[in-house]
C-alpha cells in the first residue's frame, strides 16, 4: 500500500462515529435540522391539542397534524434549495 491510500483509511476511520457524522450533516445543510425540530415541534404541539380538540373527529386532527408537520418540512426544504 502506498502512504497516500494509509492516509485515507486514517481519515475515514477517525470519522466514523455517528455523531460526527451527524454534525458533518447538520453543517452541509442546515435546513435539514431546522425541519427536522420543526416536524418534532408540529408533531408535540398536536399532541398536547389532542386533549382539546373539542367536537372534532380524532381522524380529522390527524390528518390536519400530518398536513402541517408535512408543510412544515417540505418549506423547510424548499427553503434550503
Known sequence: MSSGQESVFSEYETDTSQTSKLLRKFKETPFVPIGMAGFAA???YG???LKHRGDMKMSLHLIHMRVAAQGFVVGAITCGM
Request: proline letters at 0%; hydrophobic letters at 50%.
Open 42 to 44: 408540529v408533531v408535540g
Open 47 to 49: 399532541l398536547y391539542r
